[in-house]
Every structure is written in structure tokens, then in C-alpha cells.
């Protein structure tokens, strides 16, 4: 079965803590991208990557880390120096140079 | 500054009426424009884009470059509609990187 995958769905962390949002997708896809979504506000980019090895930041990128060792997967943390951690996390992946994005199911993180 | 809006957040219309999802934009280059959409349990998947002037499942949108608009048509709703649409632009050659707006939630009533 094709597509994105994401884990967890639902995730707790308390202040100060790091946590990592796993993505991980078998398109065989070059490309592939974090989303932030918040009620009203649609998505926003974190961070993307082109490429093995290579990734840029997004609009949204501070308090945010990302690594894409292998072409499958692209972990996304975040860090405590997230002013506001709690939201919807959507990972994407695409074929280079085409705008049609495949999305995860999302990892929704609640900070208490 | 590039910015995709969608100055619904609801629209509500009853079975067979006609629908109009508004996607305004700003950009000073050449547009991509995407309809994204996510029916409930789903994930988000793309509609339709700009460049292959389809139709999707009834819908149809016109890249209206003097009025800086990508509206979102379809003469008769079902309520298979029923959906969260998000209107986004792609910047110039720069692959996946979209701007989405802010989503406008389509409920079709029977």
C-alpha cells in the first residue's frame, strides 16, 4: 500500500520537552515537506527537502529541526524553543518540480 | 507579498444548487494555482490545478489573472461535497513549496 505514513497520530509532551514526528513514504519521491496546520489559518510550511541530505527552511521554521538521511523519510522535531508547539502536522511528499502533494493522515501534538 | 485568500470560512448550500468557492491571490509572477480538498476522514488530496483546465468530479476553476481570482465552480452540489477546500499557489519554479489558504468548509444539505 502506497503513500505517506505518519506516527504518532496523537501526541502529549510537556513544556520544555523535545519531540519527533515521524514521516515516512514509499513514492519513491524526491521531495518531500512539513505543514503546519491551525484552525483559520490553513497550512504552513516548516521545512522541505529536495533532495537526500538537503533540506530549506519554510515560512515557519524556527523552533522546528528536520534530517533526511534516506529518501524515505524526513523526521521533523520539535523543540522547546517552539513558542507554540500545539497543533496539526501534516508531512508531504511530491515528484520534483510538480506542485500535486501526497499527504500523511497528520500527528496532531498537544502540549500541557 | 505572495497570499492566497478564501474569504469563506462556511458556505452552506442545499443539494443541486450551485456552489462558488472564492480563491483570491496575490503574486507577482506566474501563477500555479491548486484546489486541495479533504472529505472528512480523509486526507488531504489534490482536486484540480490551474495548468490541466479539468474537470474533477463537476467541479471546474479559471485562472482569472486580472482579477487575481481561481474560484471553484460546480453547477449542481452533491452531498458527497461536503468537504474542507483549500485554494493554494505554487511560487514560480519552486516545486512543492505552496501557499494554501485558509480553507473554506463546504457543507451541501439535502
Known amino acids: 500500500d502506497g503513500g505517506i505514513t505518519q506516527s504518532p497520530k496523537y501526541l502529549f509532551r510537556k513544556e520544555g520537552q523535545n519531540v519527533t514526528l515521524s514521516c515516512e513514504q514509499n513514492?519513491?519521491?524526491?521531495?518531500m515537506y512539513w505543514y503546519r496546520q491551525d484552525p483559520g489559518q490553513g497550512l504552513r510550511l516548516i521545512y522541505y527537502?529536495?533532495?537526500?541530505?538537503?533540506?530549506q527552511k519554510g515560512d515557519i521554521a524556527e523552533g522546528y529541526s528536520v534530517s533526511r538521511e534516506k529518501k524515505e523519510s524526513f523526521p521533523l522535531t520539535v523543540t522547546s524553543a517552539q513558542k507554540n508547539p500545539t497543533a496539526f502536522y501534516l508531512c508531504?511528499?511530491?515528484?520534483?518540480?510538480?506542485?500535486?502533494?501526497?499527504f500523511g493522515e497528520g500527528s496532531r501534538l498537544t502540549v500541557l | 507579498a505572495q497570499r492566497v485568500t478564501q474569504p469563506e470560512k462556511l458556505l452552506s448550500v442545499f443539494k443541486g444548487a450551485p456552489v462558488e468557492l472564492k480563491c483570491n491571490y496575490s503574486?507577482?509572477?506566474?501563477?500555479?494555482l491548486f484546489w486541495y480538498v479533504q472529505y472528512s476522514r480523509q486526507r488531504l488530496q489534490l482536486l484540480l490545478r490551474?495548468?490541466s483546465r479539468e474537470s474533477i468530479k463537476g467541479f471546474t476553476a479559471d485562472l482569472n489573472k486580472g482579477e487575481t481570482s481561481f474560484h471553484l465552480k460546480k453547477p449542481f452540489a452533491q452531498e458527497e461535497d461536503s468537504a474542507m477546500y483549500y485554494c493554494?499557489?505554487?511560487?514560480?519554479?519552486?516545486?512543492?513549496?505552496?501557499?494554501f489558504g485558509q480553507g473554506t468548509e463546504l457543507s451541501v444539505k439535502p
Open positions: 508531504a511528499s511530491s515528484i520534483s518540480g510538480t506542485g500535486e502533494l501526497f
Open positions: 513514492l519513491n519521491h524526491d521531495a
Open positions: 527537502s529536495q533532495i537526500v541530505n538537503d533540506f
Open positions: 503574486y507577482s509572477g506566474s501563477p500555479e
Open positions: 490551474h495548468i
Open positions: 493554494a499557489l505554487r511560487r514560480g519554479n519552486q516545486g512543492g513549496k505552496l501557499i
